[in-house]
């Protein structure tokens, strides 16, 4: 169905619109074709909860509040001619013409503009997962022979993928660097041959703060596109306001909030999104990451409440790495004063959604970690081991024999990645005070263990 806009900016579904353009004038959206898939945006960055309310409100087909789930897997046409048009190009789903789900959904792409919104980009594609968006961001830069500067913090299957997979089987090779030796990022890039610096805004699982600001002026000066996963801090930061070219996410963490969903999203200029999408040359178009209109669905409800839930999962981490501070643990928090980065992310972070909804607890070895695990889930129930993040429990890993354990020992040791590291996703099941008491039950049980006394 097309859609129809109203004096407040609402969006309505009409008719079908024909490919001589007779039946809906100016009634209708009709974006440019540079600008497709573009939020109409402000320039002027504002809040990404004042952002998302800006984009446009789609209605259902028949009234309904929320939209209607657009599940076909194939579209009709009005005329035999705009079958051939849509495969030249001339009409596209900016006009509301749709050939198939893999290329163009209504309901995805609605989605796609939410994400924008809150990224505060010209366009975003969602994806059926946080690595699918990754790997077509780095194929779509890079061709065979190109190179990567990257951060050697990484998600483990993001440094697999570099390390791996790209130079086996596309000639892609990275050089990895720490993110904030600003001197070895420059040295790293190799003039001609440099595509891409590509970091983690907040590192998986170390919690290391990019200078998104200085580290996109270094690549820019150098020719180089900056990509940015924004995973672990949406609503905190905003890559592509400070400088980033790119900026990717595993929706099915913080986004989706429930656990229940594998999503990814790539968030940047029309232009390159666009070319994501083209039928000859488009690493979206070609790979498939095609993300169910159903799960599209889901997720665009779960935005508008995005903001709420990251100022709850923020503010109680800076309760809990307090209060775990005091205890004696040593605790790896943004939030806190002796974080090596914690003025650095005060200056880039946005107004009042705090430091992050994740913190580590470093038990030095692994065995330590399980213990503490183990305590916490099977005997006070402050949380769960699992891995993933962004969940309304608690979430807890030992980082280096789960999501961190594609990079080897010598890895793991230039990430900072101690063995025994628990990181720690912070829900907000339950009230603070309960789910303090939960813990501390469960540490002092550890400390009067012997193994711990040991």
Not at 22 to 50: H, N
Not at 133 to 148: D, E, K, P, T
Not at 340 to 357: D, I, T, V, W
Request: negative net charge; proline residues 4%.
């Amino acid at each position: 169905m097309a859609e129809t806009k109203n004096q407040q900016g609402f969006v309505f579904a009409g008719k079908k619109r024909s490919s001589t353009g007779q039946d809906g004038g100016d009634d209708f959206i009709v974006a440019s074709k540079k600008s497709m898939l573009s939020t109409g945006l402000p320039s002027i960055w504002e809040d990404p909860a004042a952002s998302l309310a800006s984009a446009r409100h789609e209605f259902g087909e028949h009234g309904g509040v929320n939209m209607s789930i657009e599940a076909s897997a194939t579209f009709t046409v009005m005329e035999p001619e705009t079958m051939r048009r849509m495969f030249s190009g001339e009409l596209g789903p900016d006009r509301d013409f749709f050939i198939y789900s893999r290329h163009f959904n209504p309901t995805v792409l609605n989605l796609g503009r939410q994400m924008a919104a809150l990224e505060g980009t010209e366009a975003a594609y969602c994806t059926a997962s946080g690595m699918s968006a990754i790997s077509s961001v780095l194929l779509q830069l890079c061709s065979s022979g190109g190179h990567v500067v990257a951060s050697r913090t990484l998600y483990g299957g993001t440094h697999a993928l570099l390390t791996h997979f790209l130079p086996r089987a596309c000639n892609i090779t990275t050089t990895f660097v720490d993110i904030n030796d600003h001197e070895m990022v420059k040295n790293a890039v190799v003039e001609g041959q440099t595509k891409v610096l590509y970091f983690e805004s907040m590192s998986n699982p170390t919690l290391t703060v990019a200078n998104i600001p200085d580290l996109s002026r270094i690549a820019h000066d150098k020719g180089v596109k900056v990509v940015v996963d924004n995973t672990f801090a949406p609503m905190v930061l905003s890559p592509a306001r400070l400088g980033a070219d790119v900026v990717v996410h595993s929706i099915s963490k913080f986004i989706s909030g429930g656990a229940d969903i594998i999503a990814g999203a790539v968030c940047g200029p029309a232009n390159l999104v666009n070319s994501m999408m083209d039928l000859q040359h488009g690493a979206l178009m070609l790979l498939g990451p095609t993300m169910n209109a159903k799960v599209a669905f889901e997720l665009s409800e779960r935005i508008p409440h995005l903001a709420l839930r990251m100022k709850e999962h923020c503010h109680r981490a800076m309760v809990y790495a307090t209060k775990m501070k005091k205890l004696g643990l040593k605790v790896i928090y943004p939030g806190l004063e002796d974080h090596p980065q914690h003025e650095l992310l005060k200056s880039m972070a946005n107004k009042e959604y705090g430091f992050g909804g994740l913190l580590c607890i470093d038990m030095e070895t692994e065995e330590k970690a399980n213990r503490l695990m183990n305590h916490l889930q099977n005997c006070t129930q402050f949380g769960f081991m699992a891995v993933s993040l962004g969940y309304y429990e608690t979430l807890m890993s030992c980082s280096g024999s789960s999501t961190s354990s594609e990079l080897n020992d010598e890895e793991q040791a230039l990430a900072g990645i101690s063995p025994g590291l628990v990181r720690m996703s912070v829900g907000f099941a339950g009230t603070l005070a309960q789910k303090w008491s939960q813990f501390e039950k469960a540490f002092s049980r550890l400390q009067d263990s012997e193994l711990y006394k040991n």
